[in-house]
């Protein structure tokens, strides 16, 4: 079996319950992914999985690298679970019986060139429900809901050092990598505050390490009035699962951490607005997110959300202030309430 998933962080921690599924439908399936350089730093420790990271920003010569590792080879069956004219041309390298890909109503990019079967059609519902689609394509019908990904001793230790003599934390990953999906840093800091006054968590910023990320996180914590402990670029991937595995709760848009939080059981407080939460939120914790969508379709595209194209994004300018500080913490306030 061959999955090809290069991208996103989010999108990538989705197939992890495809590959469990898979692997409880045939203990001995070979599994290979094709998968992004970045991602694969996040589940390349997953057990049963021959991962082949591809360098998105390569080319022609990283197509050809893959052709000549893949060349003999030939699959019982390709999953083609992205949408991108980058993913469907990759898929040439891959010579397979069966090559499953999306329905007509969701293809795009010429998706329907590359493949000869497809998944049922499907309209709304989260882009986890399509992708687990795929395995039961296969005649897998029982799916496993488990995003399970061993962390390391070391990883763990590193968390632990972190957090040392605080006690409960909350982590905020506040930028998405998409710039009109962010929050003020005023809100996140108005947000933090009370999360550390009302609820007596100590606050933890994270992120990766570009200016960008590295600035946000400065401006929150500059705009706070009370302490927090800022690790915005000073983490790997398998450290942040390992420290939001210990974690109350997680805040972050819709962006990667979003996602990775299932990996590690943590319950999200989601502020979205410029995408729909119910198709791309953190599953499992999808009403309890900030939903300014609908509010943005109208506002912004003069329609009601359910007239709009699934998967339609509403990236414009001043899309996220349709959320305000009040809303997030009333949210926040819900959450922590109803968690044991």
């Known amino acids: 079996m061959c999955i090809l998933r290069l991208s996103a962080l989010g999108d990538v921690t ?5 590959v469990h599924t898979l692997q409880a439908q045939w203990p001995d399936i070979q599994i290979s992914w094709i998968i992004g350089k970045l991602e694969h730093r996040l589940v390349g420790a997953m057990p049963g999985v021959e991962f082949l990271p591809y ?19 030939i699959f019982d069956a390709l999953l083609l679970m992205q949408l991108s004219a980058r993913a469907n041309l990759l898929s040439t390298a891959v010579r397979a019986r069966r090559r499953i890909g999306f329905d007509r109503g969701r293809s795009k990019e010429g998706h ?9 059609p499907a309209s709304g519902g989260h882009v986890l429900d399509s992708l687990m689609q795929f395995p039961a394509a296969l005649g897998a019908t029982e799916p496993q809901w ?9 990883d763990r230790a590193w968390a632990a050092e972190q957090l040392a003599g605080h006690g409960p934390f909350a982590v905020i990953s506040p930028a998405s990598s998409h710039p009109r999906r962010n929050w003020r840093a005023q809100h ?17 910023l994270s992120g990766g390490p570009s200016e960008a990320e590295r600035t946000l ?8 009035t009370r302490p927090c402990q800022d690790l915005t670029g000073r983490d790997t991937l398998p450290q942040f699962i ?39 939120g953190p599953y499992g914790w999808r009403e309890h997110c900030v939903n300014a969508y609908p509010e943005a379709a109208r506002r912004f595209l003069g329609k009601d959300a359910g007239e709009l194209r699934w998967g339609t994004k509403i990236e414009q300018d001043g899309v ?5 500080p009040a809303m997030a913490i009333e949210a926040a306030d819900k959450l922590l309430f109803t968690l044991p």
């Open 14 to 18: 989705h197939v992890l319950p495809v």
């Open 55 to 73: 360098d998105k920003k390569g080319g022609w010569q990283a197509w050809r690298a893959l052709r000549r590792q893949l060349s003999g080879r």
């Open 112 to 120: 329907s060139l590359f493949i000869n079967e497809r998944i049922a």
């Open 146 to 154: 488990d995003w399970t990904l061993p962390s390391s001793d070391a």
């Open 188 to 204: 996140y800091a108005a947000l933090a505050d009370h999360l550390s006054q009302r609820h007596g968590l100590h606050i933890v």
């Open 217 to 224: 996180g400065a401006q929150i914590a500059a705009a706070m």
């Open 242 to 280: 390992a420290l939001l595995r210990q974690a109350r709760l997680l805040v972050s848009p819709d962006s990667g951490p979003a996602h990775m939080a299932a990996i590690a059981g943590t319950p999200v407080l989601g502020l979205y607005a410029a995408t729909d939460p119910m198709r791309s």
């Open 320 to 324: 996220m202030d349709l959320i305000t």
